[in-house]
T-cell receptor, first 111, second 111 residues
Framework: ETGVTQSPTHLIKTRGQQVTLRCSSQ?????VSWYQQALGQGPQFIFQ???????GRGNFPPRFSGLQFPNYSSELNVNALELDDSALYLC??????????FGEGSRLTVL | KNEVEQSPQNLTAQEGEFITINCSYS?????LHWLQQHPGGGIVSLFM???GKKKHGRLIATINIQEKHSSLHITASHPRDSAVYIC?????????????FGEGTQLTVNP
């Protein structure tokens, strides 16, 4: 067990809806990153937060947004859901640029 | 061409065999990660390397920075090693935890 927890584990939404996914980092970790993994593919970097500031972003549109809170937990928000947003969403926490600890993921299905 | 290429894509072995998974990358890196992903999605970090070789139990990871190549070896393979193994690199040009992932190698070890 990594100490990183994600919620919810599974959810189903319809096109156009909004979703919020949550990640609780391992104690003492100040960096969190989010990844999207489509079925059969490797994860794709969405963005990362370091001490509550976004400090890196992948090739995802602005409807993907996030927050990191003072306790270093984090949220990923996706607006105007599209069918292609169906994927496993993973968060990973670390202390600075150290070893990554991943959560179990949130599996999102968009109908 | 992807920045991170893994081979083979799929690998089937008999219990007890020695296994090698390869990873080549095209960018300058500050670190390379080997990750393990079981069905259901959760990812476990196996190694973080910036040079040389690391060993943990039956797993060995090596990296050659000049050749931009890394290998993951599993000695005395066991059916519980069956999983997807993913190579990911942290580019020198990016900060924090941003990773670029390979597509993964699906390993099946038969009893």
């Amino acid at each position: 067990e990594t100490g990183v927890t994600q919620s919810p584990t599974h959810l189903i939404k319809t096109r156009g809806q909004q979703v919020t996914l949550r990640c609780s980092s391992q104690s003492g970790h100040n960096t969190v990153s989010w990844y999207q993994q489509a079925l059969g593919q490797g994860p794709q970097f969405i963005f990362q937060y370091y001490r509550e500031e976004e400090n890196g972003r992948g090739n995802f549109p602005p409807r993907f947004s996030g927050l990191q809170f003072p306790n270093y937990s984090s949220e990923l928000n996706v607006n105007a859901l599209e069918l292609d947003d169906s994927a496993l969403y993973l968060c990973a926490s670390s202390l600075d640029a150290g070893e990554l600890f991943f959560g179990e993921g949130s599996r999102l299905t968009v109908l | 061409k992807n920045e991170v290429e893994q081979s083979p894509q799929n690998l089937t072995a008999q219990e007890g065999e020695f296994i090698t998974i390869n990873c080549s990358y095209s960018v300058g890196i500050s670190a390379l990660h080997w990750l393990q992903q079981h069905p259901g999605g959760g990812i476990v970090s196996l190694f973080m390397l910036s040079s040389g070789k690391k060993k943990h139990g039956r797993l060995i990871a090596t990296i050659n920075i000049q050749e931009k190549h890394s290998s993951l070896h599993i000695t005395a393979s066991h059916p519980r090693d069956s999983a997807v193994y993913i190579c990911a690199v942290r580019s020198r040009e990016t900060s924090g935890s941003r990773l670029t992932f390979g597509e993964g190698t699906q390993l099946t070890v038969n009893p």
